[in-house]
């Protein structure tokens, strides 16, 4: 039956993606597309935040430049620009060409000063009525204050030379006819509250009635005004649509910028589709069909876009051979060959054609609602396990499978589908009916009867009061705090009945003490250490009386439901544990519940300046951490802080407001990347002074709050001490479950000392770069080993010549090949060194292969003794760098040349570690050249000045920005550079 049900369901599905899909409209692209693309965008606009206004007003031929190459975006608009606009804008274009025919064959004089070519553009828009027959009276009468001006002038005149009546009459006269011709002048710059005029009898809008005018008088300069556009001023505040000059003026005699009327116009198009005729929408390329008419093969063959709107409904764009759909992408125009399946484009759409696509702003994304906060802030997870962080603003639209619904609705474990611009959402669909959610209440009673097939239950309230509900199919069972199956419910027992409707949504079960209780899962327990394949763990908030579950293969380990790996789980993440039936110290079932942050920086500064309207600080003299010292970055930085940041001085725990008070005191900072943006998470500011550093073991003692070193010091620690590992930040709790760490002290007022920093790894946990060195030997099918290896550990390489450590690859992995391929390889390809041709008894057929990264068959000596000892082609192996990250995953890999030390006991490693500033690159050379250079001196165990310049050569090196690897062209001059090379060949450089 249930199979029946599937094959049903899917058959419904394929017919409703082939109705949706295969019928949905069709829409061709503009004649004029391809004139649009050859015609490309302006030279002079790639700086002007209104750039892909600009465009996009083009392709529709509403704007158009000075020149065919310039637009002069910061030149304010005219009178005649503007009523060209907005006519292009309302679809009356033809018209004014034909009053502008008249005009010349008629011979007609206007009453107005303007360019021929404006004129058919402003009598159209006489004819709409945005110039009306009173600003035409306007323009040959004067004002008052136009009046008392020319008296004052004539006076004035008077006063310092005599003239006669006569003579003063004429001055008169010609100042009047000069005010004249300047009213009728409609090549001059339109003033701010006279477009606004414009725009609203453009758009036919009603005017606001007096008591609802509120908008203008926040700014200083709303009497400013003219009486008659404040209607039309306050109407496009309101609607968005034209701004004010400034935060504190509105500025109405100001005039306006065309690129800033070009985002006026977008405005325009935005709010009133139905007036302009433009509908704009965004959409995914599902498939991109290719047909050669006549079944010829040609150079420009007929195309099929087929596209999906955010809420499901499908479209096609049809473009002819000899077409071309305009697309813009980073300030520029192409034509439609840039597309791909499974891009996002905005499109715009004018009687039934399509007039261009965009590939810069919007993003589809689907997932699981992994996080949500009253704040609006959402992290989505995809079926990649990508975490997207977004934010909800206050004109996103929210449905539930298409229909309205509130942010009140959103919980983590939802599939949801947004479409997001930057980091804000625009649009979210929850993937399911949200009434599941609506209307809570909690009952405390006794369970007197459940129906398990039946989905029903029964319980008497302790009012005695004899209630019916039925079962959720995803029903939450506990009991005691475990998680269980309804088949652990027994009647007559107390619990906690969730209800939603008439449907119970969780039940939470207790027993009496003594009572056996299944203990299905153990509830949400606090990861204390992740071994290779063992679990410490405790209750939250229980420091000690910690747990330890072996796992194995047979182990199921997921997050959000899909599978990962046991190095996955970090310490302080959260989790849920299903023992063995058996065997009670292993885990049959993990699941992760809620992982720590991530650590993105660690900075010591000084505190400059604080905006707690803004959440945000202004930091100076910013360091971070190079051992064995801080090495400054910045002289000033600004960064937001999180709502619930933890800020401490001397224990004490601080808001923003009172961190005025500590202007200039020198702090430690810890940042996560928050929705995308570099946050602080943790602030702790020094008391007296920082004293010295210290990495070794240590034991934790909790009847003083203090940490003993091995050489017998003692350090205090608080809620303060920042504490990292993994790249995670934990808290005191930890300390108990760590015996080694790279402790940064301070000295207190009174001469004790306390630990500010504590990284429970070593050095590079202030600054996480973990770099390994060695040979390439073993392959698997995601993973691959270095044998011969050293960690790079406080710019000291930590050697194991005996010793191999395996490392797993992702389809991101960047693996630079310098061997063999002398360029970037896929992870696909690199692993393929993994397969070697065996013989009938399981021996390889090829004792060395060249062309394998492998050199030979792994497992070639593995009857004789250790790899490193017995191998016979030692010099045939591989030297790889790598860059790891905080999963034991390889982010980089430099396979940078064949080296024959391996398995050698006494190495001297040859490898400068050198920092600096770029001064410039050049990509023809690949030359990178840096000023303010420094070298790690092993000797001195510190950085030593070296020449003013150095050059690295960057061609066989990886560049890594942000954890990407990046090229040449993405640095910029004053970017901060750590670099290993080899001599001055690049090897990795890191770009801070």
């Not at 003594?514 to 063992?534: F, I």
Request: hydrophobic share 35%; with cysteine.
């Amino acid at each position: 039956m249930k199979q029946k049900l599937q094959i049903s369901i899917m058959l419904i599905l394929s017919l409703l993606f082939t109705t949706i899909f295969a019928q949905g409209p069709a829409y061709t692209v503009p004649a004029y597309g391809k004139a649009a693309v050859d015609q490309g965008g302006f030279t002079d606009i790639a700086g002007s935040p209104q750039a892909a206004d600009i465009l996009k007003l083009r392709m529709f031929n509403i704007i158009q430049g000075s020149t065919r190459t310039r637009f002069r975006p910061n030149d304010n608009i005219t009178y005649q620009e503007a009523a060209a606009y907005l006519i292009r804008l309302l679809g009356f274009e033809e018209q004014a060409l034909q009053k502008a025919a008249n005009l010349a064959t008629e011979g007609t004089e206007t009453i107005y000063v303007a360019d021929k070519w404006a004129e058919g553009y402003i009598e159209e828009a006489i004819a709409q009525g945005i110039l009306t027959a009173a600003d035409l009276r306007e323009m040959e009468a004067l004002t008052k204050a136009q009046q008392d001006a020319i008296e004052e002038e004539v006076l004035e005149a008077a006063k310092k030379q005599w003239m006669s009546l006569k003579k003063r009459d004429e001055l008169r006269e010609a100042k009047t006819k000069a005010i004249l011709d300047q009213n009728k002048n409609m090549k001059k710059a339109i003033s701010r509250q006279d477009l606004a005029q414009w725009i609203v009898r453009a758009l036919k809008l009603e005017e606001i009635p007096s008591k609802d005018i509120s908008y203008v008088y926040k700014y200083s300069d709303y009497n400013n005004i003219k009486a008659n556009r404040l209607s039309a001023v306050e109407a496009l505040l309101q609607k968005e649509i034209l701004p004010s000059a400034t935060k504190d003026k509105y500025a109405p005699t100001a005039g306006v910028t065309r690129g800033q009327a070009a985002a006026i116009m977008g405005n325009m198009i935005d709010k009133y589709p139905d007036i302009t005729g433009i509908q704009k929408g965004v959409a995914r390329i599902l498939d991109i069909e290719t047909n050669y008419p006549n079944q010829l093969v040609a150079a420009n063959p007929d195309l099929t876009l087929i596209m999906e709107n955010f809420d499901g409904t499908g479209f096609d764009i049809k473009i002819q051979g000899n077409q071309a759909l305009p697309v813009i992408k980073n300030n520029r125009v192409y034509d439609h060959q840039i597309l791909r399946q499974g891009d996002t484009l905005e499109y715009a759409m004018r009687d039934n054609q399509i007039v261009y696509g965009s590939l810069d702003e919007y993003k589809f994304l689907q997932g699981t609602l992994s996080y949500s906060d009253k704040e609006g802030n959402l992290r989505i997870e995809d079926s990649q396990k990508n975490v997207t962080e977004l934010k909800i603003g206050i004109n996103t639209i929210i449905t539930a499978l298409g229909k309205p619904a509130k942010d009140t609705s959103l919980i983590p474990g939802q599939s949801v589908k947004a479409l997001y611009k930057g980091s804000l959402i625009t649009r979210l669909d929850i993937q399911e009916n949200v009434d599941y959610y609506a209307d809570t209440e909690y009952i405390d009673g006794i369970i007197k009867y459940i129906d398990r097939t039946g989905r029903i239950i029964k319980l008497e309230d302790y009012d005695g009061n004899l209630r019916t509900y039925g079962l959720d199919d995803r029903v939450i069972v506990t009991v005691n705090d475990y998680y269980e199956d309804l088949d652990s419910l027994q009647n007559e027992q107390d619990a906690t009945f969730e209800v939603s409707g008439r449907t119970i949504k969780a039940i939470k079960a207790f027993t009496m003490p003594g009572e056996e209780v299944s203990k299905e899962y153990q509830a949400v327990l606090r990861v204390r250490d992740v071994g290779d394949n063992t679990i410490k763990v405790t209750e939250i908030n229980d420091r000690q009386n910690p747990i330890t579950f072996k796992t194995d293969s047979f182990t199921s380990i997921t997050y959000l439901g899909y599978p990962i790996k046991l190095y996955n789980i970090k310490t302080g993440d959260l989790v849920k544990i299903k023992a063995n039936e058996t065997s009670t110290d292993r885990a049959d079932d993990i699941q992760l519940m809620s992982k720590r942050q991530r650590v993105e920086k660690i900075y010591k500064a000084r505190i400059l300046n604080t905006l707690p309207t803004q959440n945000r600080i202004a930091l100076s003299k910013v360091q971070s951490y190079k051992y064995p010292d801080w090495m400054e970055l910045d002289d000033e930085k600004t960064f937001p802080i999180k709502r619930d940041a933890e800020i401490y001085k001397e224990g004490r725990r601080l808001t923003i407001e009172d961190l005025d008070k500590q202007r200039n005191v020198e702090a430690y900072i810890v940042t996560v990347k928050d929705f995308g943006e570099e946050t602080i998470a943790k602030m702790t500011l020094k008391s007296v002074s920082e004293d010295s550093a210290f990495s070794g073991t240590f034991n934790t003692q909790w009847t003083d709050n203090s940490i003993k070193l091995a050489d017998g010091q003692k350090l205090s620690f608080d809620e303060g001490t920042i504490i990292i590992k993994d790249r995670r930040l934990l808290d005191t709790s930890d300390l108990t479950y760590n015996d080694e760490a790279f402790v940064i002290k301070n000295r207190m007022p009174g001469g004790t000392n306390y630990a500010a920093l504590v990284s429970m790894e070593n050095g590079n946990g202030f600054d996480y770069r973990n770099v390994v060195r060695g040979y390439i030997h073993d392959m698997g099918e995601d993973n691959f080993s270095l044998e011969s290896y050293a960690n790079l550990i406080n710019n000291e390489w930590d050697y194991h010549y005996d010793d191999e450590s395996y490392f797993y690859l992702s389809k991101d992995s960047k693996i630079l090949d310098n061997v063999l391929k002398r360029t970037y390889i896929t992870r696909d390809t690199f692993l393929e060194s993994r397969f070697w041709e065996l013989d009938s008894k399981g021996k390889p057929k090829r004792t060395y292969d060249p062309d394998k990264y492998t050199a030979h068959y792994p497992y070639m000596y593995d009857e004789k003794g250790p790899h490193y000892e017995e191998c016979k082609q030692k010099s045939k192996h591989m030297l790889a760098y790598a860059v790891i990250n905080e999963d034991g995953e390889a982010t980089a890999i430099n396979i940078y040349k064949r080296d024959p030390n391996l398995g050698k006991e006494e190495v001297t490693f040859k490898e400068n570690l050198i920092t600096g500033e770029v001064v410039r690159f050049n990509e023809t050379y690949t030359q990178l050249t840096l000023t303010d250079v420094k070298e790690y001196s092993r000797f001195y165990g510190q950085w030593q000045p070296t020449t003013s310049n150095t050059v690295i050569n960057t061609q066989k090196a990886i560049i890594i920005r942000n954890e990407q690897v990046v090229t040449l062209s993405d640095l910029d001059i004053g970017d901060k550079i750590y670099a290993i090379t080899d001599q001055n060949n690049g090897i990795l450089i890191f770009v801070e």
